[in-house]
C-alpha cells in the first residue's frame, strides 16, 4: 500500500520567515495531494491541495509544489505568523482509481512553532 | 451546513466495555471514513464506507472493531471489550463521491480507557 513520509517532524521560525514540510510519496498511482492543518485538540483542517496533473498551487501565503518523477511533495507557508502555529498533515490518495474513494494516506505530521 | 457531526465528544469506558461512535456526514454527503489518531500521532485509515456498504475495511483491527453505515441514521463505529490500547481520538470524515473529492473532517470522538 501507499506509504508517505514526512519532514521534519519539528520545524521552529521567526515570526515573517517561511516555513517548509517536504513529503514524499510510495505509490506512482497516487493522484491527489491535500495537506491538513490541525491545532490543538481540534479537526484536522485543509488547508491547500494539489491534483497529479498540476505542478503548482498557490493560495495567499500558502504554496504546494508536486513532483511527480521523484515522488515527492511540499507545503511553503511564507510571512509566517504566530497563527500558523500547529501541526502540519500531508497526505496521498488515488483519488478514485480502483473503486477505492478518496481514502487518505497520511504523513506523520509536523509541529510547527511560529516565535515571536 | 453544520458539517460532519460526531458524538460523543469525549467518552470514558472501562475495560472489557463496549464504546459506540457516531458521526453524520456532511448533508448531500454518502463517503464516510474513520481515521484513528494516536496521541502525538498521524493519523489512520480505518474504514470507508457508503450507504450500507463497507468498502474498504482493510485499516480496521481484525478483532472487537466494526463499522456501519446503515440507509437511516449515522455511521457508526463500535469497539467492543476495549483495552486501555483503545484509547485515541477517531475522526470521521466524509465527502461528495468516489473520485479525489475533499474530504471534511468531523471535531473527533476522544475515546479514554480506565
Known amino acids: 500500500g501507499e506509504n508517505v513520509e514526512q519532514h521534519p517532524s519539528t520545524l521552529s521560525v521567526q515570526e515573517g520567515d517561511s516555513a517548509v514540510i517536504k513529503c514524499t510519496y510510495s505509490d506512482s498511482a497516487s493522484n491527489y495531494f491535500p495537506w491538513y492543518k490541525q491545532e490543538l485538540g481540534k479537526r484536522p483542517q485543509l488547508i491547500i491541495d494539489i491534483r497529479s496533473n498540476v505542478g503548482e498551487k498557490k493560495d495567499q501565503r500558502i504554496a504546494v509544489t508536486l513532483n511527480k518523477t521523484a515522488k515527492h511533495f511540499s507545503l511553503h507557508i511564507t510571512e509566517t505568523q504566530p497563527e500558523d502555529s500547529a501541526v502540519y498533515f500531508c497526505a496521498a490518495s488515488k483519488g478514485g482509481l480502483t473503486g477505492g474513494g478518496n481514502k487518505l494516506t497520511f504523513g506523520t505530521g509536523t509541529q510547527l512553532k511560529v516565535e515571536l | 451546513n453544520a458539517g460532519v457531526m460526531q458524538n460523543p465528544r469525549h467518552l470514558v469506558r472501562r475495560r472489557g466495555q463496549e464504546a459506540r461512535l457516531r458521526c453524520s456526514p456532511m448533508k448531500g454527503h454518502s463517503h464516510v471514513y474513520w481515521y484513528r489518531q494516536l496521541p502525538e500521532e498521524g493519523l489512520k485509515f480505518m474504514v470507508y464506507?457508503?450507504?450500507?456498504?463497507?468498502?474498504?475495511e482493510s485499516g480496521m483491527p481484525k478483532e472487537r472493531f466494526s463499522a456501519e453505515f446503515p440507509k437511516e441514521g449515522p455511521s457508526i463505529l463500535r469497539i467492543q471489550q476495549v483495552v486501555r490500547g483503545d484509547s485515541a481520538a477517531y475522526f470521521c470524515?466524509?465527502?461528495?463521491?468516489?473520485?479525489?473529492?475533499?474530504?471534511?473532517f468531523g471535531a473527533g470522538s476522544r475515546l479514554t480507557v480506565l
Open positions: 464506507l457508503q450507504k450500507e456498504n463497507i468498502i474498504d
Open positions: 470524515a466524509s465527502s461528495a463521491g468516489a473520485g479525489a473529492n475533499v474530504l471534511t
